[in-house]
C-alpha cells in the first residue's frame, strides 16, 4: 500500500477519481465493514513512483489525511495479513490466483522514504 488515509479524510472523494492505480474507494465503496472515510486498497496502491508525489496528496484539500504505509513487499507480508484478519485491511482474493499479499503481488514503492516515517505513519507532504 504505501499510502492510507486516516480519520481526517473529510470524504471529499477528491483522491478517488484521481488515483492511476483505481486503488482508491470511497467509504460507501470501501471492502470494510462500518467505513467512515475513504479507503486505500493495498494490494493496488502504487504510491505513484513515477510522479513527484502521490496523486491523491495533490488533490487532498485536508492536510495530514494520507500518510506513509509500510511498502507492499514480502518483508511487510505478516504487517499486511495480519492487517487482513483483523479488518484494518481487505487484500482482494482472486478466485484463481488467491490472496493478492504481499509476497504473491508485491508493488512498487518509494525507498527514499525512511521507515521512520512509514511506522509512525506521518502524513505525505507536497
Known amino acids: 500500500m504505501a499510502v492510507m488515509i486516516t480519520d481526517l479524510c473529510i470524504n471529499c472523494n477528491s483522491c478517488v477519481d484521481e488515483c492511476p492505480a483505481t486503488a482508491i ?56 495479513m495480519s492487517g487482513h484478519e483483523n479488518g484494518t485491511y481487505s487484500i482482494r482474493v482472486h478466485a484463481k490466483k488467491g490472496i493478492f499479499s504481499p509476497e504473491n503481488q508485491p508493488r512498487p514503492f518509494r525507498d527514499v522514504i525512511a521507515m521512520q516515517e512509514r511506522i509512525a505513519h506521518n502524513p505525505v507532504d507536497l
Open 25 to 80: 474507494v470511497s467509504a460507501d465503496e470501501s471492502p470494510l465493514a462500518n467505513a467512515e472515510f475513504t479507503y486505500v486498497k493495498p494490494e493496488k496502491c502504487i504510491e505513484c513512483v513515477d510522479c513527484t508525489v502521490p496523486k491523491c496528496v495533490d488533490v487532498c484539500p485536508t492536510e495530514g489525511a494520507i500518510v506513509w504505509d509500510m511498502p507492499y513487499t514480502a518483508a511487510f507480508n505478516e504487517y499486511y
